[in-house]
């Protein structure tokens, strides 16, 4: 289901940004949208860490395959041995199994997350093994929705910066912030906009 307040953002950018206008005109239709579920949206988070979109969506297709289903009880009576079997890493494995173990026994409960801030719920988050603040922001964007997210670390969001505001050459954190900035408060939007230029494919996490 479209964010409630999708609309009112693109129009917004459309108004502030010519290299926006552009591509939420050519990508009408499509918006973000969430998965629904804290649990797989972050254990995708991790299955996606460090490699291609195309390669995080085979693993995860194997990891799945290879489980009645993607639960916390189901996952964390798994093993390293059969996830690494999926194209996971060994690290991966673990982290997976940690995230898994969390959820089952109460540890981690999303129910309150609604309530956090953006920075309060990244503090929260990053204190599971694995889970750095890319995967947070990830989390914030896929699950919760949250509009004004900017992840400076996203390898996408830095070679699409690159791309259209930068003439090719590398983009700074400093310049990817500046940038942002002029985007506030709607730059998760943006940034899935970032992402459209790179591949019309809408991914979830």
């Known amino acids: 289901m479209k964010p409630r307040y999708w609309t009112q953002a693109t129009r917004e950018l459309s108004a502030?940004?010519?290299?926006?206008?552009?591509?939420?005109?050519?990508?009408?239709?499509?918006?973000?949208?969430?998965?629904?579920?804290?649990?797989?949206?972050?254990?995708?988070?991790?299955?996606?860490?460090?490699?291609?979109?195309?390669?995080?969506?085979?693993?995860?297709?194997?990891?799945?395959?290879?489980?009645?289903?993607?639960?916390?009880?189901?996952?964390?009576?798994?093993?390293?041995?059969?996830?690494?079997?999926?194209?996971?890493?060994?690290?991966?494995?673990?982290y997976l199994l940690d995230l898994a173990s969390r959820f089952a026994d109460?540890?981690?409960?999303?129910?309150?997350?609604?309530?956090?801030?953006?920075?309060?719920?990244?503090?929260?988050?990053?204190?599971?093994?694995?889970?750095?603040r890319w995967t947070a922001e990830m989390f914030m964007i896929f699950n919760l929705t949250r509009p004004d997210i900017l992840p400076v670390g996203d390898l996408g969001l830095q070679k699409a910066m690159t791309m259209n505001y930068n003439r090719g050459r590398k983009v700074t954190p400093a310049r990817m912030q500046r940038i942002g900035a002029t985007w506030a408060p709607w730059r998760s939007v943006a940034t899935w906009y970032m992402w459209r230029s790179l591949d019309p494919i809408a991914v979830e996490y």
């Not at 972050?42 to 085979?58: D, P």
């Not at 409960?109 to 093994?129: M, Y």
């Open 106 to 132: 109460g540890r981690l409960q999303s129910a309150h997350w609604t309530r956090l801030g953006d920075e309060a719920l990244i503090e929260e988050l990053i204190q599971v093994k694995g889970i750095g």
């Open 16 to 94: 502030r940004d010519p290299v926006l206008k552009k591509l939420i005109a050519q990508h009408k239709g499509i918006t973000l949208g969430s998965r629904g579920d804290a649990f797989q949206t972050l254990a995708r988070a991790i299955v996606g860490q460090q490699i291609s979109v195309k390669a995080a969506q085979s693993v995860w297709d194997r990891f799945a395959g290879a489980h009645a289903a993607v639960t916390p009880p189901v996952i964390a009576a798994s093993s390293v041995e059969k996830l690494r079997a999926c194209g996971l890493s060994g690290q991966k494995s673990g």
